[in-house]
């Protein structure tokens, strides 16, 4: 039988099979490849600008009210570079595909695409919508209300996902297990734990969904000063020490509907963007508080002596699931410079992840040393469409 040699590209190609099978945060979300980051002589350095869509405000009656088009983005970066490295022997290279699949580059890969998610996931903490059930189980109704909030922030119906840490998992299947459904999803919700599509979400299950450290603030948060807008809140005094991902409300601020601007029933609900180390400061939030205009986003300033009411008990972690519309957030990979004067190089794009494998021959040890590298950034684009779900 002749030998199955293993070329670069077949190698390149197997290995990004293996990453996107992994990846189901990333593999949901808006992703790109972009190779404006590495076009030969027109490179655009390591950051790609976003633009945002335009708002604009509404007139009433015959007289023009011309307004300025002002166009916001956002920046992406695609900075951070992780891969994984290996020996291959002769042995290896003469192996049949899917055999040096199940033994190299499946292990090796499975590692790595566990760290780039677990990477991206960390954008929970710009997400300031969040459903609070601390410290009980997740129920349905609980990722309705997420629903709600996505539908009411105007999130397109397409391409929704529910993406959640595996107790909550385990409280839905269980909570669902008796409801009514095709036959075949029942089975999957008994013998795999799958949740599969309802609500109008995609469900899927991830181990790598961190718990947020909520912070030890409590009570005795106060606004300093009425009239406040911007992304900083001016606070006179503060009980025990925030941290970024925080989320919290203040009374008598309230959301409004995106385009009329009507004032809703509900607060506004803000993150802290840093951490923050207790007692009269700034602090650092999103969104930033806009109380006129196209971006109006709140009802009223917070009243000079309002309470800061942060979301969760103090110091007592708790569990994050994500519902999210898939233009929240972006996870971008981009071309790596291929190296001359190498044994072999080879890169390929798979649905929007690029990846390189170099090798090169070890002659003191009779080895192949091989790296297989992704150069990705992510951000989020607009937190407005995803909702944290906080359980357990």
């Known amino acids: 039988m002749a030998n ?38 027109a490179k655009i350095g390591d950051t790609l600008k976003v633009r945002l869509p335009n708002q604009f405000t509404v007139r009433t009656g015959p007289t023009l009210a011309a307004q300025d088009t002002t166009e916001t983005s956002v920046d992406l970066k695609v900075q951070t570079q992780k891969g994984v490295d290996l020996n291959f022997t002769s042995v ?22 566990a760290n780039i998610e677990a990477d991206a996931m960390t954008m929970y903490k710009d997400v300031w919508n969040q459903v609070n059930n601390q410290a009980q189980a997740a129920t349905f109704n609980k990722v309705l209300q997420g629903r709600k909030i996505l539908v009411d922030n105007l999130a397109p119906l397409a391409g929704r996902t529910c993406n959640l840490n595996t107790q909550d998992n385990v409280d839905l299947v269980d909570a669902l297990k008796g409801l009514f459904n095709d036959q075949s999803t029942i089975s999957k919700q008994n013998r795999e734990g799958y949740m599969g599509r309802t609500a109008g979400f995609d469900f899927m299950e991830n181990t790598l969904w961190p718990a947020h450290p909520r912070g030890a603030a409590g009570a005795g948060y106060i606004v300093a000063g009425a009239g406040q807008t911007g992304a900083s809140l001016a ?27 009507a004032a809703t029933s509900v607060l ?23 109380t006129t205009g196209p971006l109006q986003n709140v009802s009223a300033s917070p009243a000079n002596g309002a309470a800061v009411n942060f979301a969760g008990a103090a110091s007592i972690p708790y569990g994050i699931s994500m519902a999210y519309q898939k233009g929240a957030f972006a996870f971008a990979t981009a071309d790596m410079v291929m190296p001359r004067g190498v044994d072999f190089a080879a890169r390929e794009v798979f649905d929007g992840v690029s990846m390189r494998i170099v090798r090169q021959y070890d002659i003191n040890n009779d080895k192949f040393p091989c790296r297989l590298d992704v150069l990705y950034g992510y951000k989020t684009l607009r937190p407005q469409l995803a909702c944290r779900l906080a359980n357990n």
């Open 4 to 41: 199955a040699i293993l070329t670069p590209t077949a190698v390149t190609r197997e290995a990004l099979r293996v990453l996107h099978q992994k990846l189901n945060f990333v593999g949901s979300i808006t992703r790109d490849y972009d190779d404006s980051f590495a076009r030969q002589g």
């Open 235 to 261: 606070v006179s005094t503060g009980t025990g020490a925030a941290v970024k991902g925080d989320v919290f409300s203040i009374p008598g601020v309230f959301r409004v509907h995106p385009e009329t601007k």
């Open 92 to 113: 290896d290279l003469t192996m049949a595909l899917d055999d040096f699949s199940d033994r190299i580059l499946d292990p090796a890969m499975s590692v790595l695409a």
């Open 268 to 290: 506004q609900q803000f993150v802290l963007t840093a951490d923050y180390a207790g007692g009269a400061g700034n602090l650092a939030i999103s969104p930033a508080i806009v």
